[in-house]
């Protein structure tokens, strides 16, 4: 591989305000959006990006801030890592597309091939390649309803599985996505999930409840497949109690109900193992990837046994992008950096640091009530001191406040209180402490307990 013309250290890590934020250039940016882009599309900063590497994102002021969003857990290799660029910018000249389902190309085997490798389990598996999140879910359930011959799905309390039809039904909250957008897709049911700070119930008791619920309201024989984020991602970084998740695989093992993980958010090192579902044993039947997969270009894809990756027939799965050779190529080298570059320690590295900050921060600051995540995906749940109703103004508080100090924070959970940090794994030490700083004195100039 040539080597890469745009090194990342070319973005000078650190964090320097040199206007107020937004800065005049964003100001006028965001008056042209206002006027050009759908008001339905919503940002978190009003800042506009002109470049990143590391853990900054420059913005078109000249404003560095430090990145603990990573675009939605995305450049979790970091934003134009060198290995990236560099197989782009050869791919891009070579050809940007021919449409694997016309002209196939090697890359996408490749990177089917990585997968079957990469993920759980060493069964016979076979991979297929889309562009979004949402378009992986909703061929994950094609998959299972054709290899299975069962038309339901179970999901989660607080899931969150994206923004398309069939997804928008297996996401839970309505605020902002999926209000006034129905009718959604049948066939979905909910069950309760593991919530160990707000259901004290340990993860065996809590797989029973869920698992009672599914076997009384729509019955194993009916179920095509079990959908789960094994972290949460937008309904909160919620870690479920030990043995939710193995009883819950065990159980559709028993049951002929094909077990998915939407490892979305926490695969691809993010959680400190290259996929979420490895720390307790837990083999997926079917895996669906995107996000950190390709180093920011869209890449999605499901990942499962053979047997059931091989049911749909020919032609009944693709898509016009799906696998484009730019993104393939950037996968490739996103693996690639993963590996040679410990990203999957380093993250467990950055949990380190950011467990310890937090807790000594929650130590001393009643609002925070729970701290919780693992490896880069780590979150706070801010609560009205001495108990646990949730306090979503604080959350928007103290994001507001890192955000004018020049640090990118982001905000979920079901009752919007969850704070979490999502640092790209290219990040130094330095500007994570300088971040959590920051975060610290952001929590103590938010006093939202007074009014
Ligand atoms: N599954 C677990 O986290 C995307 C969405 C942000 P797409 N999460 C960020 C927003 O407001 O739209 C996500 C996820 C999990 C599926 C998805 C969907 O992935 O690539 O956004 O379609």
């Given at each position: 591989m040539s080597a890469p013309t745009i090194d990342?250290?070319?973005?000078?890590?650190?964090?320097?305000?040199?206007?107020?934020?937004?800065?005049?250039?964003?100001?006028?940016?965001?008056?042209?959006?206002?006027?050009?882009?759908?008001?339905?599309?919503?940002?978190?900063?009003?800042?506009?990006?002109?470049?990143?590497?590391?853990?900054?994102?420059?913005?078109?002021?000249?404003?560095?801030?430090?990145?603990?969003?990573?675009?939605?857990?995305?450049?979790?290799?970091?934003?134009?890592?060198?290995?990236?660029?560099?197989?782009?910018?050869?791919?891009?000249?070579?050809?940007?597309?021919?449409?694997?389902?016309?002209?196939?190309?090697?890359?996408?085997?490749?990177?089917?091939?990585?997968?079957?490798?990469?993920?759980?389990?060493?069964?016979?598996?076979?991979?297929?390649?889309?562009?979004?999140?949402?378009?992986?879910?909703?061929?994950?359930?094609?998959?299972?309803?054709?290899?299975?011959?069962?038309?339901?799905?179970?999901?989660?309390?607080?899931?969150?599985?994206?923004?398309?039809?069939?997804?928008?039904?297996?996401?839970?909250?309505?605020?902002?996505?999926?209000?006034?957008?129905?009718?959604?897709?049948s066939e979905v049911y909910r069950a309760p999930l593991s919530y160990p700070f707000r259901d004290g119930l340990d993860g065996p008791t809590a797989a029973a409840r869920a698992l009672d619920l599914l076997e009384k309201q729509v019955g194993a024989d009916n179920l095509a497949a079990l959908v789960i984020e094994p972290i949460q991602g937008e309904g909160g970084f919620i870690v479920p109690a030990p043995g939710f998740l193995p009883a819950l695989a065990a159980w559709c093992r028993a049951h002929g109900v094909v077990f998915v993980a939407d490892e979305v958010q926490t695969g691809f090192a993010r959680t400190g193992d290259l996929f979420a579902c490895e720390r307790e044993g837990v083999v997926p039947d079917l895996v669906v990837s995107a996000k950190g997969i390709a180093g920011g270009l869209p890449l999605s894809a499901v990942t499962g046994r053979a047997e059931l990756m091989d049911a749909a027939h020919a032609g009944g799965l693709g898509g016009t992008y799906g696998g484009n050779p730019l993104a393939c190529a950037a996968a490739l080298a996103a693996i690639e950096t993963i590996e040679a570059d410990g990203l999957v320690q380093r993250a467990r590295d950055v949990e380190d640091l950011l467990l310890t900050r937090l807790r000594a921060l929650q130590a001393v600051d009643p609002r925070i009530g729970d701290v919780r995540g693992r490896g880069a995906m780590v979150a706070v749940e801010l609560v009205r001191p001495g108990g646990t109703e949730p306090d979503p103004a604080l959350a928007r508080a103290v994001a507001a406040a890192a955000h004018a100090e020049g640090v990118i924070v982001l905000t979920c959970g079901t009752h919007g209180n969850v704070l979490r940090f999502l640092p790209p794994l290219a990040i130094s030490d330095a500007l994570l402490h300088e971040a959590f700083d920051v975060v610290e004195r952001a929590f103590a100039a938010s006093d939202t307990t007074a009014g």
């Open positions: 990342q250290s070319s973005v000078a890590q650190e964090r320097r305000l040199v206007t107020a934020l937004p800065g005049p250039r964003s100001v006028e940016l965001m008056a042209r959006k206002q006027a050009a882009v759908a008001a339905g599309v919503g940002t978190t900063m009003p800042v506009f990006a002109a470049r990143a590497g590391g853990g900054i994102v420059v913005d078109v002021d000249g404003n560095h801030l430090i990145d603990l969003g990573s675009g939605i857990a995305v450049t979790t290799v970091g934003s134009s890592a060198p290995r990236v660029v560099a197989a782009v910018q050869q791919q891009v000249a070579e050809f940007t597309h021919t449409c694997f389902m016309v002209t196939p190309y090697e890359s996408y085997v490749a990177v089917a091939e990585a997968l079957n490798r990469l993920t759980p389990g060493d069964h016979e598996k076979r991979t297929a390649l889309f562009n979004s999140g949402a378009e992986a879910v909703e061929n994950a359930v094609k998959i299972a309803r054709t290899a299975t011959g069962r038309p339901a799905v179970a999901v989660f309390d607080h899931a969150y599985h994206g923004r398309t039809n069939l997804t928008m039904a297996m996401t839970a909250k309505v605020m902002p996505y999926k209000h006034g957008f129905g009718p959604f897709a």
